[in-house]
């Protein structure tokens, strides 16, 4: 019989050194650090997450479990958090290898890799059911396995420990409400509650309690209830040799799915057009996109009713992010409070934003590996039931036509979450301008450069700028020299006050 897929899984994550990881996999995985760290201490310094520290502690506690779960909390609600195929990767991924490299005293290159086997195994499982009900940040079950892969590589467990830990931790997985995540608080608690998870399952494996090795394949488990198209041969493909680091996407602002790019090509207008004296004043917007930012926008736009809309439905709100930036040259976390929240116009001109379908871009996303067009590939003609639902017999006929063959390795991973916005001015000119892949997503200019971009985002959301020159190097630095990074890239406190 041949070993479940935990089972190889836990089995070569357990045995993952340093040296078996290519160095430009670790690179980005100094990047990816580099890039959480921003979203934690932006989260931290926001009244909703000053509440959160005032519920479970700081980002740094003597409590190692908790201070990981605090750390995933902080970095995912916001959507500043970075994603690959498949999943929203950093808020375990990053969060609790810094809260647990932190307490044991580990070095950089330990940290990274860290990461990089907690995103293996976090992506990978992910993957095997993004073909199902859940996707995106509603896809907590990444945290489950995330979290759990990056405690055990930072206390080097042994592959019994891990197989039974994973088992475990995906045993009771989470299963999101839309109603909590889009009109609630309860986002604030997307990953902090999977972590907490995980951290138990590691605690119970410790003690010899045992999950079931076959969990993920039976037809009584995970992918039974979390799939529609289960791809289980998703969860080891590949391993050691196919890096599911390398399709990281780097979030260069706030914004849920598809909103980057219509981000990126509105700040360019207002940069290029508006922000002259003499430029007028737009008149209508359209935002033409795929079917996976116009599904996103149709999730949230019931909720999205002007100042006071709640937080976790704005920032999946295309026609408020881009009225923003038209305005302003940029859109950030300060634009999803009051006052900023408030200012009318912003909202006048978010009523005169429409969101429509262009075709070509669904073509190019399918042939992305992120966020889906990879389990497309691999599931072939087994996932056109699940595309019918999600955007009809024409996206099917759009699939069938596409390249059918997987990927051998990430090298060339893409993320085609394009947009194309046309700004029609009150004197009558028209202003457009497209981007196919976001800035920060996956594809060759994030390859070449993910460093120079996340050292942007750090210091634009006032991250010091030795800690950003600093983290290229991060896998030379020291257990000593690591722990004065950590804590003056997540705050001037990280220890805060205690509850």
Known sequence: MPEPALG???????????????????SL?????????AAIRTGAGHELGRRMTRAFGPPLQSDTCRSAAVLAGLGSWLNLDDTAYAGHLSNSTVAVPLAYAYAHRLDGLSLLTAVVVANECAAR?????????????????THLVGATAARLHCEQASGTVWRDALGLALGMPNWPLMRAFLASDARLLNAL???????????????????????????DGFLARFADVPLPEAVTAGLGRRWHTETL??????????????????????????????????????????????????KAAPYVTGPGSPQGALVLDTPYAVAVTLLNGRFTPDDLASPALDEPRRWDLAKRVRLTHDPAMTRDLLCSEAPFGEALRQAG????????????????RQAAAQERSVRGDFRRAEKATGARVTVLMADGRTVVREQRVPEGGAGPDTRMRHAR??????????????VAGQAPRMHRMSARELRQWIEAALGNDPYGAAP
């Open 8 to 26: 190889e899984l836990a089995g070569w994550a357990s045995q993952v050194r340093p040296e078996a990881v290519p160095e430009r996999v670790l």
């Open 29 to 37: 995985a100094a990047s990816q650090v580099l890039s959480q760290a």
């Open 125 to 141: 499982v992910t993957a095997s059911a993004t073909l199902g009900p859940l996707r995106g940040q509603s896809a907590v079950h």
């Open 193 to 219: 509650t999977p972590v907490r998870t995980a951290m138990d399952a590691c605690d119970a494996a410790y003690a010899g309690l045992h999950g079931a090795p076959d969990l993920v394949e039976h037809p």
């Open 249 to 298: 996407s780097f979030k260069m602002h706030p914004g849920g799915p598809g909103v980057d790019a219509a981000v990126d090509c509105a700040a360019r207008i207002h940069d290029e057009v508006l922000a002259r004296p003499d430029a007028g004043q737009p008149e209508e917007v359209v935002v033409e996109a795929s079917l996976y930012t116009l599904f996103a926008g149709q």
């Open 381 to 396: 003609s087994a996932a056109e039931p699940w595309l019918r639902s999600f955007g009809g017999d024409a996206l099917v």
């Open 453 to 466: 971009l996340v050292r942007q985002k750090f210091r634009a959301l006032g991250g010091p700028a030795w």
